[in-house]
């Protein structure tokens, strides 16, 4: 055993077992190797990665790549999700060198932590037209003794790189929402749904754009792409459709292979998009696809005193690429009945399906819909639904004896923050008391194991970053939403006030990433990779605090964001999409002071209106509310359908 075995990190703790003399992330390691005047090698990945597992197995159990790394330099195991901060700066240097990002992360240091060569997965021989771990091993070990003098001109050079050169302010204005929705319109596959080509990763920052976009407009056209977009995402493989949930992405253009791994911050961000969709199209299939991923997460991804864990590993082990989620032929004719195995076949059972290391195993995907099964079978609709449902429990039974991929449980705050946001709002939509009850029991785990003293945490030990400070607030105005209870909204207040001390950026406006100075680089992000960026979740957050503390500060710090990241926003444009959603809130909140008890009729019904932005702030109980829209307060309402109506005649709900 190495000394991870020592860590926290279950992806460290994977790792004790193997050839390698890893170290954490720790300055030992580094100094080190500045005393035996070796290199550094830092593998960063995830305990969910199927590449990481590969790797691992073909190389850092080996004998012979074991003793070259352990006698030509200092190793180092990084879990990506535990320093998140640590990985993102090395993914970009080795963008930087030309390579494509990704884990298993694989990079070379100097002493100083300066990077000089790296990559991604390594196959331990020459293969699929990369160099062979070993041979790359060989080759860095020498050029690292004879070639000094480059190394040290090469590294300053490529971080000066790094360093991103400052956008002057840009003028934000209401005519870019609409700019960028056609822009963004122009991107999707409208055959298959969803942005650009393989591989296809959801963007849920965008899609939340899109549907705001159609709210206020009523443009069929981004209709229309939303739901291609949504059902082909729910129809795929991308899909879980025994469990609920979905995958990390899809290797496919039609959403049909995925990359196993089930990510909590994916399906947080997702449940979004299918409940914000539900609640502007009524569409039930988007209910019963939230209503999945909740289950999936309540199942899998819950801790019983509260907390949601990180993530479900890919593969139970990497020989067998999604063997957990997989299905053959003959699996199907054992467990099920005549007539299950005749809809379920043609369902959800197609060759396009197979996996590429054995045909014989297919991915589930909705290959046919109940009408056309009933047309093919001379069934009725209502038979085809029933034995489909009694198919799938028994599919998922059997699954459920299968050995289940790893569950990684440490706690993060920024994961958790996300949850418990889009739980909450789930609440407020679906009407489910047990989402709030989770939600709120979590909410306040994470704040008294992670918030004391004025100090944040990411998890144990490690201090908050920004994805840590905004999911938070996110979760705790949420919570104040629900409940009427100020005192969530104080600590919200409080930690804003904490970010902006810590991360703000005094001289451009926007939050670094981090308070650390790795690599003297400060990061300051727009960009969804691909979950919705922190940057532009605060800039919805400051407006939010804004409207409800009555703070003219955070209005100011909005704005500033907004026109700080404008020019990079329009010029990457799906990949901003989530500002676009918060500039959509800058000119469009509608703020709806409650004057109700948290549980009356009229503030259930407040609390239920998903459309462009709302945010709900309670006053003294008079059995009304007020709306409140671009500055203008209206007479107060109420009724629950006088408020719908206004709404709808303002444009501002479906």
């Known amino acids: 055993m190495n000394r991870l075995s020592k860590e926290r990190s279950a992806y460290l703790k994977h790792a004790a077992g193997q050839k390698i003399d890893w170290y954490p992330w720790s300055e030992e390691s580094f100094e080190k190797a500045k005393k035996e005047g070796k290199p550094l090698f830092l593998s960063s990945g995830a305990v969910w990665c199927h590449w990481c597992h590969v790797m691992a197995k073909e190389s850092f159990y080996d004998d012979e790549t074991g003793k070259l790394l352990n006698d030509n330099f200092i190793s180092i195991k990084l879990d990506r999700d535990e320093r998140p901060d640590i990985d993102r700066r090395y993914q970009m240097a080795v963008a930087a060198m030309g390579e494509s990002g990704g884990w298993p992360l694989s990079i070379f240091l100097t002493p100083d932590k300066k990077p000089f060569y790296g990559g991604t997965y390594f196959p331990p021989e020459d293969r699929m037209g990369r160099p062979g771990f070993k041979k790359v091993l060989r080759a860095v070990s020498e050029f690292y003794r004879s070639k000094q003098d480059e190394i040290a001109e090469y590294t300053g050079k490529l971080l000066d790189s790094l360093k991103p050169l400052p956008l002057p302010d840009g003028e934000i204005s209401e005519i870019q929402l609409d700019e960028t929705a056609k822009k963004i319109l122009t991107g999707i596959d409208m055959q298959n749904g969803g942005f650009g080509s393989a591989p296809k990763f959801p963007m849920p920052g965008a899609i939340e754009f899109l549907i705001n976009r159609y709210v206020m407009t009523g443009d069929e056209s981004i209709g229309h792409a939303i739901r291609i977009t949504l059902n082909s995402m729910a129809a795929g493989g991308f899909c879980d459709h025994l469990g609920?949930?979905?995958?990390?992405?899809?290797?496919?253009?039609?959403?049909?292979?995925?990359?196993?791994?089930?990510?909590?911050?994916?399906?947080?961000?997702?449940?979004?998009?299918?409940?914000?969709?539900?609640?502007?199209?009524?569409?039930?299939?988007?209910?019963?696809?939230?209503?999945?991923?909740?289950?999936?997460?309540?199942?899998?991804?819950?801790?019983?005193?509260?907390?949601?864990?990180?993530?479900?590993?890919?593969?139970?082990?990497?020989?067998?690429?999604?063997?957990?989620?997989?299905?053959?032929?003959?699996?199907f004719r054992r467990i099920l009945d005549d007539d299950e195995y005749r809809v379920l076949s043609l369902h959800l059972m197609h060759e396009s399906g197979a996996m590429h290391h054995d045909s014989s195993k297919k991915v589930l995907f909705a290959v046919m819909g109940a009408k056309e099964i009933a047309e093919e079978t001379g069934m009725n609709i209502e038979d085809v639904i029933k034995i489909a449902d009694s198919g799938k429990g028994k599919l998922l039974k059997e699954r459920d004896k299968r050995e289940m991929p790893f569950i990684d449980k440490t706690l993060y705050t920024s994961i958790n923050g996300m949850l418990i946001s889009v739980f909450l709002q789930g609440y407020r939509i679906l009407g489910d008391s047990g989402l709030k009850d989770l939600a709120l029991r979590s909410l306040n785990r994470i704040m008294e194991t992670f918030y004391a003293d004025g100090k944040l945490f990411h998890t144990e030990g490690i201090p908050a970053m920004l994805d840590d400070y905004v999911h938070l607030i996110d979760a705790l105005i949420e919570a104040y939403e629900v409940t009427a209870d100020r005192s969530y909204i104080d600590r919200a207040d409080e930690l804003m006030e904490l970010s902006v001390g810590r991360l703000w950026d005094r001289e451009h406006g926007g939050f670094f990433d981090t308070d650390d100075h790795l690599l003297d680089l400060r990061i300051r992000e727009i960009e969804d990779i691909p979950r919705p960026s922190a940057n532009s979740l605060a800039i919805r957050l400051l407006l939010k605090l804004h409207y409800i503390t009555e703070k003219a500060t955070y209005f100011e710090y909005a704005e500033k964001a907004l026109r700080s990241f404008n020019e990079r926003a329009m010029e990457v444009n799906v990949h901003a999409g989530y500002y676009f959603s918060s500039l959509d809130a800058y000119f469009n909140t509608v703020k709806i002071s409650v004057n109700a008890a948290p549980d009356s009729e009229l503030s259930k019904i407040s609390a239920s209106l998903f459309g462009v932005s709302t945010c709900i702030v309670y006053g003294k109980e008079s059995g009304s509310v007020i709306p409140c829209i671009r500055g203008a307060c209206y007479d107060p309402v109420h009724d629950p359908g006088e408020l719908k109506t206004f709404l709808k005649e303002k444009k501002y709900l479906k």
Do not use: C
């Open 244 to 331: 609920g949930g979905f995958h990390r992405y899809s290797t496919d253009e039609a959403w049909t292979i995925p990359h196993f791994e089930k990510m909590a911050d994916d399906n947080a961000w997702l449940f979004r998009n299918y409940l914000t969709a539900y609640a502007v199209f009524g569409d039930q299939f988007y209910r019963e696809v939230a209503v999945g991923i909740t289950g999936f997460i309540k199942d899998v991804l819950s801790d019983p005193d509260g907390g949601f864990y990180v993530s479900q590993d890919a593969d139970v082990t990497p020989d067998d690429e999604g063997g957990y989620f997989t299905w053959t032929d003959e699996d």
